[in-house]
């Protein structure tokens, strides 16, 4: 199975620009759930996408938005983009409760962001 | 609160050394404890979760309630563990996870 897809992998924008990055699941999974990654903070949970539906979200500004497809393809959006929005922005999927094992989340390459 | 604090930012050891990661956690409830890894250039991926109580590349990990810790364990430390190692815990019914700062490990040969 191919893994979990990021698009793009590397961005560049000033700000007040907006900016979508898109996420592939692996085939089968529904569960998209999306991540900050930055030096100072570390790994910052951003949302969680089942079946189209946010099932969960992290504390980050209304700035932040995702949406998943029927396909349980996802995107996220920042607005307004500031210079601290810049990061590694990571997408990981799972397969449908109880048939995980082990592994039970896949994540992404990330799509790396940096705002000027 | 629900908090993973992992209090090394970095440890180093010579091949064959034990190693030790530090893991403790703060949660309402029973969480699910992981521990992920991401080697350089690669992906951040699945070491460990508690719940399936298996050694994977000779580390285990033991989760104590009592102590609330999740304490990552090598007895012979390889070159090839080198990476960064995060240690994160997940509530039931969610996929969210709650990420520690991370632990560098360096092994030196």
């Known amino acids: 199975k191919a893994g979990v897809t990021q698009t793009p992998r590397y961005l560049i924008k000033t700000r007040g620009q907006q900016v979508t990055l898109s996420c592939s699941p692996i085939s089968g999974h529904r569960s998209v759930s999306w991540y900050q990654q930055t030096p100072g903070q570390g790994l910052q949970f951003l949302f969680e996408y089942f079946s189209e539906t946010q099932r969960n979200k992290g504390n980050f500004p209304g700035r932040f938005s995702g949406r998943q497809f029927s396909n349980s393809r996802s995107e996220m959006n920042v607005s307004t983009l500031e210079l601290g929005d810049s990061a590694l922005y990571l997408c990981?999927?799972?397969?449908?409760?109880?048939?995980?094992?082990?592994?039970?989340?896949?994540f992404g390459p990330g799509t790396r962001l940096l705002v000027l | 609160a629900q908090r993973v604090t992992q209090p090394e930012k970095l440890l180093s050891v010579f091949k064959g050394a034990p190693v030790e990661l530090k893991c403790n956690y703060s949660y309402s409830g029973s969480p699910e404890l992981f521990w992920y890894v991401q080697y350089s250039r690669q992906r951040l991926q699945l070491l460990l979760r508690h719940i399936s109580r298996e050694s994977i590349k000779g580390f285990t990990a033991d989760l104590n309630k009592g102590e609330t810790s999740f304490h990552l364990k090598k007895p012979f430390a390889q070159e090839e563990d080198s990476a960064m190692y995060y240690c994160?815990?997940?509530?039931?019914?969610?996929?969210?996870?709650?990420f520690g700062t991370g632990t560098r490990l360096q092994v030196f040969p």
């Open positions: 990981a999927s799972s397969p449908p409760e109880g048939t995980g094992g082990l592994e039970t989340q896949y």
């Open positions: 994160a815990l997940s509530g039931r019914g969610t996929d969210k996870l709650i």
